[in-house]
C-alpha cells in the first residue's frame, strides 16, 4: 500500500529530516510530540501534530501504547521510528503492524533477533562473516568466560547482549576486574535496556570502527559502501567519514559482500547498518553488530553516493521494490559529518542546554546542516544532546576537509556552548588530516596537554 500520511515518531534533527524526505515524496506528516518538545522545529514543520504527554521519555517517546493510540487516531498509514527510542524495539514494531498499521522498518522479527547482539553473532557466522574471538552465547559468570579468557587473554571487553549507544560496556582488565565489572555491567544492562544478559569479546587493540549501509526490500540486498566512524568519545562517534579510505579495495569488497550476505540470511527488508571493527595491522575485520534502523551518520552515505536512505525507506515500506541495482551504485568524492552537540567540550562534555542566540549556518554547494536549531528555540534538558549534523563533500578527502575548514568557521551558534571547537580542532590536527587514527584516538588525544590548550583557547575566541 502507498503510504499518503505518516506518523514520526521521534525528535529532534531525525524527525525533520524524516519530514522533508516524506513531505517530498507528497507524504502527509503526523509529528508526536512530549510536553518540552511543543516548540520544535519538528512540530512546526508538520502538518499536523500530537501530543503524547510529559518530557521524560519513559512516559512519551518509549510509551508504546501512547503512540500506537496517537498514530490510530490521527488515521496514518505508516509510522516511522527515526533511531534511538523505540526504533530498535522489537514489540513496537509487531505493535504498529497488529494496528493495521505500516512500520518503516524491518519486522518486528528480525529485529528481535538482530537486536540481541549474540543472536547476531551467530547470524553472522552462519553467513560466513568472521565475528570478533568471544564467548558462545550469554554467559552468567566468569567460569564461562574461561575458554575466552584462556584463548585471547586479558583485557576481555564485557558486553551486553542488548546494549547500544555505548552503553553497558566494560573493559576488564584481570580476573578481579572481571569479577567486579561483572555485576555492574549487568545491572547497568538491566536498566538501560529492561535485559541484564552479557557476553564477552576479545578486545581488539589499534582497531578502526568500519560499518556498511545495506537496503533491503525482503527478496533484493544492496550496499551503499561503507563508512569509518572510529572518531569517538566513550564508544560513541562523533566524526564520521565515508568511505574509509585506508581499506585497501580488496577488503573493502569483501567487507560490503559480507554485510550483503548477512541481510540475504535473514531476508532483511528496510535500511541498516552493519558494524566492524578493522584491525589494519593484519588486514583482519570482525563483526560486532547490526543496527535495524537508519543511522545518525546516514547523510555521509548520500552524498557519495546520491541515494535518498530516507525515501528509499519509505518506498520500501510501501511495498515497492529496492529501486536500485548493486552495478548502478557508484562512490563520488568523499564526505564528513561532525555531531554537533549541545556539550562544553572545555568542561569534559558537559551537556548545556539552553536557549539559541544568534544563528549562522554554512551554506553553499556540498555543504549540509541537519538540524532542530533556530534561533530562540529553548533546548530541552530531557534528552541527548545532538543539535545537527555538520555534512560536507569533497571530490577526494583533502578536498572534503578543506570545505569542513570552511564550513565550521561559518557555523555560529550563539547563546551557548556546543562541540563546533572541538570538531575545528580535530580538522586542523595533523593525524586526522593524514587519517592517522583508531577508535581510541580521540580520547588519548582529549587527555594532551595540547587538546586541553585548544579547546579552552577556542572558547575564549
Ligand atoms: P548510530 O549507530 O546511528 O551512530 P548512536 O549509537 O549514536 O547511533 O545512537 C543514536 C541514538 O540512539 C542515541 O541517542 C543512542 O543513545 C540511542 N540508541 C542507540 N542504540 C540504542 C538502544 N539499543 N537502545 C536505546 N537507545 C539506543
Ligand atoms: P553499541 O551497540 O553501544 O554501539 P558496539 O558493539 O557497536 O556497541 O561497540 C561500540 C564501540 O565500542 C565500537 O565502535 C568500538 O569503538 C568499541 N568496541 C566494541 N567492541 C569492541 C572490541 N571487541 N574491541 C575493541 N573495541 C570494541
Ligand atoms: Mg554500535
Redesign the pocket.
Known amino acids: 500500500m502507498t503510504i499518503r500520511s505518516l506518523l514520526i515518531a521521534n525528535r529532534g534533527e531525525i524527525a525533520v529530516r524524516i519530514n522533508r524526505a516524506a513531505k517530498a515524496l507528497g507524504i502527509r506528516c503526523v509529528q508526536v510530540y512530549s510536553d518540552a518538545d511543543a516548540d520544535s522545529l519538528a512540530v512546526r514543520l508538520a502538518d499536523e501534530s500530537v501530543n503524547i504527554g510529559p518530557p521524560p521519555a519513559a512516559k512519551s517517546y518509549l510509551d508504546i501504547g501512547t503512540i500506537v493510540e496517537a498514530a490510530r487516531r490521527a488515521g496514518v498509514d505508516a509510522v516511522h521510528p527515526g533511531?534511538?527510542?523505540l526504533?530498535?524495539n522489537a514489540d513496537f514494531a509487531d505493535s504498529v503492524e497488529a494496528a493495521g498499521l505500516i512500520f518503516v522498518g524491518p519486522t518486528g522479527g528480525t529485529i528481535r533477533l538482530l537486536?540481541d547482539k549474540v543472536a547476531a553473532r551467530e547470524v553472522a557466522r552462519r553467513a560466513g562473516v568472521p565475528t570478533v574471538p568471544g564467548s558462545a552465547g550469554r554467559i552468567s559468570d566468569i567460569t564461562e568466560a574461561r575458554d575466552v579468557i584462556a584463548g585471547s587473554g586479558f583485557p576481555v571487553m564485557i558486553k551486553a547482549a542488548?546494549?547500544?549507544?555505548?552503553?553497558g560496556i566494560r573493559v576488564a582488565r584481570s580476573e578481579a576486574e572481571f569479577e567486579q565489572l561483572f555485576p555492574q555491567a549487568s545491572a547497568e544492562a538491566q536498566a538501560?535496556?529492561g535485559d541484564g544478559g552479557l557476553y564477552v569479546e576479545k578486545v581488539i587493540g589499534k582497531a578502526r570502527h568500519v560499518e556498511v549501509q545495506l537496503i533491503g526490500d525482503g527478496q533484493r540486498f544492496v550496499h551503499c559502501f561503507e563508512r569509518e566512524?572510529s572518531l569517538q568519545r566513550r564508544r560513541?562517534?562523533v566524526w564520521?567519514e565515508a568511505g574509509a579510505v585506508m581499506l585497501p579495495d580488496a577488503v573493502r569488497g569483501r567487507l560490503c559482500e559480507s554485510a550483503v550476505a548477512i541481510a540475504r540470511e535473514v531476508s532483511y527488508r528496510g535500511a541498516g547498518?552493519v558494524?566492524y571493527l578493522y584491525d589494519e595491522e593484519t588486514g583482519a575485520f570482525y563483526f560486532i553488530e547490526v543496527?535495524t534502523?537508519?543511522?545518525?551518520?546516514?547523510p555521509i552515505t548520500e552524498m557519495i553516493t546520491g541515494v535518498d536512505l530516507v525515501a528509499e525507506m519509505l518506498r520500501i515500506a510501501s511495498g515497492e521494490p529496492l529501486s536500485i541495482r548493486q552495478d548502478d551504485l557508484k562512490v563520488s568524492g568523499h564526505s564528513i559529518e561532525c555531531r554537533i552537540n549541545a556539550e562544553d567540550p572545555a568542561r569534559n562534555f558537559m551537556p548545556f542546554p539552553g536557549v539559541v542566540g544568534a544563528l549562522a549556518t554554512p551554506e553553499g554547494e556540498h555543504v549540509r546542516f541537519d538540524t532542530m536549531l533556530y534561533e530562540g528555540y529553548q533546548i530541552p534538558p530531557f534528552y541527548?544532546s545532538?543539535l545537527g549534523k555538520l555534512i560536507v563533500w569533497g571530490k577526494n578527502r583533502d578536498a572534503a576537509l578543506e570545505r569542513l575548514r570552511s564550513a565550521l568557521a561559518d557555523l555560529k551558534i550563539g547563546g551557548l556552548p556546543t562541540t563546533v571547537p572541538l570538531h575545528a580542532a580535530l580538522a586542523a590536527n595533523p593525524d586526522v588530516q593524514a587519517g592517522r587514527f583508531d577508535t581510541l584516538f580521540l580520547e588519548n588525544w582529549l587527555q594532551t596537554e595540547e587538546a586541553i590548550r585548544q579547546l579552552k583557547k577556542e572558547e575564549v575566541a
Request: proline residues 0%; contains cysteine; charged residues 30%.
Open positions: 533511531y534511538g527510542f526504533a530498535e537486536g542488548a546494549g547500544g549507544g555505548g552503553r538501560a535496556f566512524c560513541q562517534k564520521e547498518t558494524e543496527n534502523r537508519i543511522q545518525v551518520e546516514h541527548d545532538l
